[in-house]
């Protein structure tokens, strides 16, 4: 049995108010010839299809039209799609009905009540059990080991079990993504590969973008990652996984295919930081045909040069390339810097709201309890739930 195993898409991502619209359709194509050649038994799109929550009708246009390429590329496909924290729980599952003619089946939500809701049987192949991210507080215990159970119940000819999740995994490589601790990931909570229990054959993972698999997972459980990068610091190639599963006993063979990017991200200089004016000096040495997405690495004692994304937007006028933003870091062996702890805008925007909250209560002498750092997270995660539904 073949498997295409994808996720975070996020269509409709704009960078530094560019519209990426060409470059993410000509990934969709490529995942669509993927198909054409490879002909899985099983697509699985785990999670964030979407960037926001309320995507253009023009993105979602562009989804459904894709979606009917997938089929017509393989029409005995089985497509399985569910929810990321950056979908709408509720939109996903809007048209899950005239999708079943296309061999869809999309999963916005956890139903506590009725948990066999996430669990499918392809005939003579395999089943599925497809789990939406869902946010810890409403999550059963035990969800996962609580649905491989009931699939082993339903399980009487001895499919392989395939399950799909978006969430963080401890341990996992995790670079590119800005929110991040030794506990949370992109603004998920991490869990250990263990919690997902026992008894699937290949675990489907999504969120985060740089595709691997699993420590601890005996070659069982993968990220596939993003096909596209989404940020500047995701600074690998991008991909989506073939699996093959001869059958429950055997390790699944897994390998990439890798899709090419029409505008890069490029980062002046590739490695490291540099004055303002070797970084200006690169980018006036970037070939002038090259399309691509530039940001310029700086290294600054206090403040950037007047003007200077004025002068960077100049540089970059006449050629092909697009110039995006200046990554100021600030020099960390300056007294005034100790003295100040200041950041740059840079800086400010890789910090999660609560990390700003942090520092706020610490530049103003005020040590944070257990049961407010416990009130400011719930606060937040109340935030992001109310923009998935």
């Given at each position: 049995m073949k498997i295409l195993h994808t996720s975070d898409?996020?269509?409709?991502?704009v960078l530094y108010n560019y519209d990426r619209h060409v470059e993410q359709r000509h990934m969709l194509e490529q995942v669509v010839d993927i198909v054409r050649d490879e002909r899985p038994d099983v697509f699985l799109l785990c999670g964030d299809i979407y960037h926001t929550t309320q995507p253009s009708a023009s993105v979602q246009r562009m989804f459904a039209d894709t979606m009917v390429e997938i089929h017509s590329a393989c029409p005995e496909m089985q497509i399985f799609i569910t929810a990321g924290n950056h979908d709408s729980a509720s939109r996903h599952e809007i048209f899950s009905t005239p999708w079943r003619a296309l061999n869809v089946t999309t999963v916005g939500s956890v139903d506590s009540s009725n948990l066999d809701s996430l669990i499918f049987e392809i005939s003579n192949k395999c089943f599925v059990i497809a789990v939406p991210y869902c946010h810890e507080r409403n999550m059963p215990d035990s969800l996962f080991q609580q649905l491989l159970d009931r699939a082993a119940e339903m399980n009487s000819e001895n499919l392989p079990?395939?399950?799909?999740?978006?969430?963080a995994v401890s341990g996992c490589d995790f670079k590119g993504h800005e929110e991040m601790s030794e506990t949370m990931i992109g603004g998920i909570d991490s869990i250990n590969i263990h919690d997902f229990g026992?008894?699937?054959?290949?675990?489907?993972?999504?969120?985060?973008?740089?595709g691997q698999t699993i420590k601890g997972s005996k070659g069982r459980a993968r990220y596939s990652g993003s096909p596209l990068p989404v940020s500047f610091d995701?600074?690998?190639p991008h991909s989506v996984s073939i699996v093959e599963i001869s059958d429950k006993e055997s390790k699944p063979g897994i390998r990439e295919r890798f899709i090419e990017n029409k505008?890069?991200?490029?980062?002046?200089?590739?490695?490291?930081?540099s004055s303002f004016d070797k970084a200006i000096e690169l980018l006036k040495a970037f070939p002038d045909e090259t399309e691509a997405y530039i940001r310029l690495n700086v290294e600054i004692s206090d403040f950037l040069p007047h003007l200077a994304?004025?002068?960077?937007?100049?540089?970059?006028?006449?050629?092909?390339?697009?110039?995006?933003?200046?990554?100021?870091?600030?020099k960390c062996n300056t007294e005034e810097h100790d003295l100040h702890n200041s950041?740059?805008?840079?800086e400010l925007k890789k910090m999660s709201p609560f990390k700003i909250a942090e520092k706020f209560a610490d530049e103003k002498g005020i040590i944070i309890g257990e049961d407010v750092r416990s009130?400011?997270?719930?606060?937040?995660?109340?935030?992001n739930e109310e923009e998935r539904e």
């Open positions: 898409w996020h269509l409709g991502h079990v395939l399950m799909m999740a978006h969430t026992t008894g699937y054959d290949y675990l489907a993972l999504g969120h985060i973008h740089h995701e600074e690998y505008l890069p991200l490029v980062s002046l200089p590739a490695d490291g930081y994304r004025e002068e960077a937007l100049a540089t970059a006028r006449e050629k092909r390339c697009r110039f995006c933003h200046i990554n100021a870091v600030r950041l740059s805008i840079g009130l400011l997270k719930e606060i937040i995660e109340n935030i």
